[in-house]
Nanobody, 114 residues
Framework: VQLQASGGGLVQAGGSLRLSCAAS????????VGWYRQAPGNQREVVAR???????YYADAVKGRFTISRDIRKNTLYLQMNSLKPEDTAIYYC?????????WGQGTLVTVSS
């Protein structure tokens, strides 16, 4: 099982990025999926999740700016990030929770300059 995250980069404040997470060896299906981030010196925190009942959750810090979605046919998870702020700078990780276990992507770095 492998989750490959991509789409990170350097962007100015106010800009947008779309992160992608492609799964191989497994499928996202309708399982719980999410995006987490970890800034230097901080613990990993949840950014956005979709639960198995398809309920979306967003951290207060990103509500109204980020959107999580998945394309079952492409077996890919996305995170659209708009109106980025310097405090969004972090390594972003995708996550999948199945009955067989919990899986993490390798992380993609997002840097937002002021």
């Amino acid at each position: 099982v492998q989750l490959q995250a991509s789409g990170g980069g350097l962007v100015q404040a106010g800009g947008s990025l779309r992160l992608s997470c492609a799964a191989s060896g497994t499928t996202f299906g309708l399982n719980a999926v999410g995006w987490y981030r970890q800034a230097p010196g901080n613990q990993r925190e949840v950014v956005a999740r979709i639960s198995s009942d398809r309920t979306a959750y967003y951290a207060d810090a990103v509500k109204g700016r980020f959107t999580i979605s998945r394309d079952i046919r492409k077996n890919t998870l996305y995170l659209q990030m708009n109106s980025l702020k310097p405090e969004d700078t972090a390594i972003y990780y995708c996550n999948l929770v199945k009955k067989t276990g919990e899986y993490w992507g390798q992380g993609t770095l997002v840097t937002v300059s002021s």
